[in-house]
Nanobody, 121 residues
């Protein structure tokens, strides 16, 4: 099972930008990765989908609330995944998690510990 660690969170003003990074402990290609994703959980709310990217091909998908503001990317050689967040809103405040989904799996099963993003108004 891959180990994931997020970084790059912190405090930012509304309208600002922030870039999150996710580092994998091993080769995501060797681990038969189908996709990597970013999810978030705000206080008192359930965890929600933010964005995903397929490891081969780089096909992306976004939630309606982040489409046009957030951009997911990956660096296959470095086993890294990124989330560029622009035009941040207070409603984006949450703990952001990186996750891995293997080929043949119906869901994301490997998760990082998360990184806090706080957007002040």
């Amino acid at each position: 099972q891959v180990q994931l660690v997020e970084s790059g969170g912190g405090l930012v003003q509304a309208g600002g930008s922030m870039r999150l990074s996710c580092a994998a402990s091993g080769s995501l290609r060797t681990l038969n990765t189908y996709a990597m994703g970013w999810f978030r959980q705000a206080p008192g709310k359930e965890r929600e989908f933010v964005a995903t990217i397929t490891w081969i091909g780089g096909v992306t998908d976004y939630s309606d609330s982040t489409k046009g503001r957030f951009s997911i990317s990956r660096d296959n050689a470095k086993n890294m995944v990124y989330l560029q967040m622009n035009s941040l809103k207070p409603g984006d405040t949450a703990v952001y998690y990186c996750a891995q989904r293997s080929r043949g799996a119906a869901e994301f099963r490997s998760w990082g510990p998360g990184t806090q993003v706080t957007v002040s108004s």
